[in-house]
């Protein structure tokens, strides 16, 4: 009797920033570092599902269990919401992405996970549809829409829970330096100092500046960029949780650089820069340095296209 083919299937995801200053829960961009997770279908009957991870420090101590593992649950996510049943897999997973850093390393497991409930199920997916369950696994749709699909990503939620997302392609000439410091922070404690109420004007301040951001993106006005960041609705509320951001965010400009930011919940920072990759880390690195953070620099291309697939047959009896 034939046993249940065995296969495997491979999903790259990028990572993302989000907010890229005044465009708070609608602004992500992908960045060229990746999670990389291989799930293998194991035919054997009463096999028991796990994750093995590893790569970037605090990789090797994500969870491992189905109860647990965040790319596990977001599997399960996107079975329950498909009525559809999935065998167990086996997950080895490299991860070059830093953890809880604000760099979209839980959107892009959240995304992993999604198309992987599609994949080993035998399921075609809509990104879509893809978007749609990511955004119910991780709470906001900024950091997974840019994972999914690429580039700069625009997103909307509607008042039904529904989410739309726009792309639109990034500048080569535009890197991102993105300064990470020695320590971690946890997206809901940073949420959780955000105002519940805000000022008409930092309202209308926002609205602006993040139309402004994409407006001058299109036209090839980047010296307007800088004035495009500028944020009164969350960066004020986390500067106590990051040390050295306010000192960071008041760096004047400088030859290359087009704006800095804190990139999405933080604690990274980063900068859109043109020129200067190096000089431009290291001056954020040193006001991280100032507030005794060790911090280390990392310049990313933009990731043009979102997630990646690719199956491999493994054996047939």
Same mark, same amino acid.
């Not at 109860?67 to 009525?83: G, P, Q």
């Given at each position: 009797?034939?046993a ?5 299937i ?5 990572? #993302?920033t989000?907010?890229?200053? =005044? ?15 291989r799930?293998t279908?194991i035919?054997?009957?009463?096999a028991r ?12 101590s994500?969870? #491992?269990?189905p109860?647990?593992?965040l ?9 329950e919401?498909?009525k559809?049943?999935?065998?167990a897999v086996?997950?080895a997973?490299q ?21 992987l409930?599609?994949a080993?199920?035998g399921?075609?997916m ?13 709470g906001?749709?900024d950091?997974?829409?840019? =994972? ?5 990503v625009?997103t ?6 529904s989410?739309?997302?726009?792309r639109?392609?990034?500048p080569k000439m ?6 990470t ?8 404690k #940073?949420?959780a100092?955000l ?9 209308v301040?926002?609205l602006q ?11 090839r006005?980047y ?7 500028q ?5 004020i509320y986390?500067?106590?949780l ?6 960071i ?16 919940a933080g ?13 431009i880390g290291?001056?954020?690195a040193?006001?991280? =340095? ?5 911090s280390?620099?990392r310049?990313f ?5 979102g ?5 491999k ?5």
């Amino acid at each position: 009797m034939m046993a249940p083919r065995e296969f495997s299937i491979d999903v790259r995801v990028p990572a #993302s920033t989000a907010n890229l200053g =005044a465009g708070f829960d609608c602004l992500g961009l992908a960045l060229e570092v990746y999670l990389n997770v291989r799930a293998t279908v194991i035919s054997k009957p009463g096999a028991r599902a796990v994750a093995r991870s590893r790569g970037v420090k605090g990789s090797s101590s994500l969870p #491992s269990t189905p109860e647990e593992n965040l790319i596990f649950r977001a599997m399960a996510h996107a079975a329950e919401r498909e009525k559809l049943r999935f065998p167990a897999v086996r997950l080895a997973v490299q991860n070059d992405i830093p953890v809880a850093s604000g760099l979209g390393s839980s959107a892009a497991a959240t995304v992993a996970g999604v198309v992987l409930g599609f994949a080993v199920a035998g399921r075609a997916m809509s990104r879509e549809v893809a978007l749609q369950y990511a955004a119910e696994v991780e709470g906001h749709a900024d950091n997974v829409a840019a =994972a999914l699909l690429g580039g700069l990503v625009v997103t909307v939620a509607g008042k039904d829970g529904s989410v739309a997302a726009v792309r639109k392609r990034w500048p080569k000439m535009i890197r991102v330096v993105a300064v990470t410091p020695q320590c971690t922070l946890d997206t809901s404690k #940073s949420r959780a100092v955000l105002a519940r109420t805000v000022d008409f004007r930092d309202a209308v301040h926002n609205l602006q500046r993040s139309a402004l951001f994409v407006a001058a993106l299109e036209e090839r006005r980047y010296d307007l960029l800088w004035e495009a960041m500028q944020d009164r609705l969350h960066q004020i509320y986390r500067k106590a949780l990051v040390p050295g951001l306010a000192d960071i965010l008041a760096i004047p400009r400088m030859p290359g650089l087009l704006g800095i930011a804190l990139s999405g919940a933080g604690p990274s920072v980063i900068a859109l820069a043109t020129d200067r990759f190096d000089v431009i880390g290291e001056e954020i690195a040193s006001r991280f =340095a100032r507030h005794g953070l060790e911090s280390a620099f990392r310049t990313f291309e933009i990731a043009q296209d979102g997630f990646s697939t690719s199956e491999k047959h493994l054996r047939r009896r």
